[in-house]
């Protein structure tokens, strides 16, 4: 099926698509239908125009830095670390040769909008990795897609195509000095891949082991070179910060919090989908323009963040603004931006079992806490969901969790472990009335 069938079904289901005119002053989604992917459409929506400015004016990469610093640009990912920082980690004057990476292997639960930018406008990202190559001083790039998702991979790859053809990819891009090869890579599927060391490794041809930290990717990256990995929405907010400046970008979103975000909005909601809304959003703003709670129920919960974020309750929820600090300081985190709304007919023991088969699923089994850790998580949980628990089995589930967070290479660990602690912590009665009070011997 083509991007353009399944977006006529969206339409005629009533799903919400990312570019719908609903949203709120986007920066990555502006102005685009399913026609204007192409290099045409996007060089109409001033495409370029940010990579032909820095060749132009001969701006250097500490000033291009600076912009993206000053921005408040922060890494849609899911770490939120700020960006121009991260830029300025690479040591450019390293001989030899420096890789860049872009991180579109997005397989968190409840996340889909890097594939949207990706279908929608490939572009934007490929103009954004070239600005970033120019300033880090990288004369080759990856972008690794996620295994699920092979039309955005063949869209992309004709995006690249259309971009070498019009010279704005290959040697001495637009008559400069500057040169830069970019490459698609698919990948098959694996969630730990988006673990940024275990990209690398599947990059390089191997199994997607996560590896051990320090040295970081900026001193030994991919095939042991410096390498800065960002993700997909990251590089596509750079080409609008470097054409309009990075006060108004800072100024569309808040502080510490610059520019849009989008958000992949699910679950128990009337049109669910992807939505661009600028940093600082109140929560409620958000939940209105996904049509509310289904069917006129009550708002239970909010898991703000893809299914390793903590959930939270209504009540929190309804007072929060949608930005990295305030979900930070409510407990939860921003993450992958993907916010998983459940109504008051959800059983909470039931979500979680399906949170912990999924982490129990992906896990790489390289560390020993992760890999028998998320297995003992799903399996006492789900005896608790099937009326089988013991008194002491929410006791056990919190110490299991402890005895995974904190205790692994990557923060796969943590993701089975932090779902399980949060829904103990604000739901932990729907556990023990599941339990019975004589428990079979």
Same mark, same amino acid.
């Given at each position: ?197 275990? =990209? %690398? #490794?599947?990059?390089? +041809?191997? !199994?997607?082991?996560? /590896?051990? $930290?320090?040295?970081? *990717? ?67 703003? =958000? %939940? #209105?323009?996904?049509? +509310?709670? !289904?069917?006129?129920? /009550?708002? $239970?919960?909010?898991? *703000? ?85 013991? *008194? ?50």
């Amino acid at each position: 099926m083509s991007p353009e069938q399944v977006l006529a079904q969206f339409k005629a289901s009533g799903v919400q698509t990312c570019f719908h005119d609903r949203h709120i002053a986007p920066q990555i989604f502006a102005g685009l239908n399913g026609a204007n992917w192409r290099l045409s459409g996007y060089e109409a929506r001033d495409g370029y125009k940010a990579l032909r400015k820095i060749l132009s004016e001969g701006l250097t990469p500490e000033q291009v830095i600076a912009e993206v610093k000053a921005s408040a640009l922060r890494g849609r990912g899911g770490a939120g670390f700020p960006t121009g920082l991260k830029w300025s980690f690479m040591p450019r004057q390293f001989p030899g040769q420096k890789y860049l990476v872009c991180n579109s292997d997005e397989g968190e639960p409840g996340t889909c909008k890097d594939r949207d930018i990706l279908l929608y406008n490939p572009h934007i990202v490929i103009e954004g990795m070239i600005i970033a190559a120019y300033v880090m001083g990288a004369t080759a790039g990856y972008n690794y897609i996620h295994g699920e998702i092979f039309e955005a991979y063949e869209r992309f790859e004709s995006a690249l195509d259309e971009a070498r053809t019009a010279g704005y990819l290959g040697h001495r891009i637009l008559g400069s000095d500057f040169s830069f090869q970019l490459h698609a890579t698919h990948g098959f599927g694996a969630y730990i891949c988006g673990e940024e060391t275990a =990209l %690398l #490794e599947s990059l390089e +041809g191997k !199994r997607g082991n996560p /590896r051990f $930290k320090p040295p970081f *990717p900026a001193s030994f990256g991919l095939y042991g070179r410096p390498t800065t990995i960002n993700n997909t929405e990251t590089f596509a907010a750079v080409p609008w910060i470097i054409r309009n400046g990075a006060r108004a970008y800072l100024e569309a979103g808040k502080p510490n919090n610059g520019g849009s975000k989008i958000f992949s909005v699910s679950g128990d909601v009337e049109l669910p989908g992807n939505y661009e809304i600028p940093l600082g959003t109140p929560f409620p703003k =958000l %939940l #209105e323009l996904a049509g +509310g709670v !289904r069917k006129g129920r /009550r708002l $239970k919960a909010v898991i *703000p963040g893809g299914a390793s974020s903590p959930v939270l309750p209504a009540a929190a929820m309804l007072e929060l603004t949608m930005d990295f600090d305030a979900l930070a300081k409510a407990g939860s985190m921003l993450g992958s931006a993907a916010v998983i709304v459940i109504d008051d007919s959800r059983n909470m023991v039931e979500s979680l079992k399906r949170l912990s088969y999924f982490y129990m699923h992906e896990s790489c089994g390289q560390c020993t806490p992760c890999r028998e850790g998320s297995g003992w998580l799903w399996r006492v949980v789900d005896r608790i969901h099937g009326g089988r628990g013991k *008194p002491s089995d929410v006791s056990l589930l919190n110490s299991v969790a402890d005895g995974i967070q904190g205790r692994t290479i990557c923060a796969l660990g943590d993701s089975a472990a932090v779902p399980v602690r949060a829904m103990i912590k604000h739901f932990r009665d729907e556990f023990e009335e599941l339990i019975p009070r004589d428990p079979p011997r």
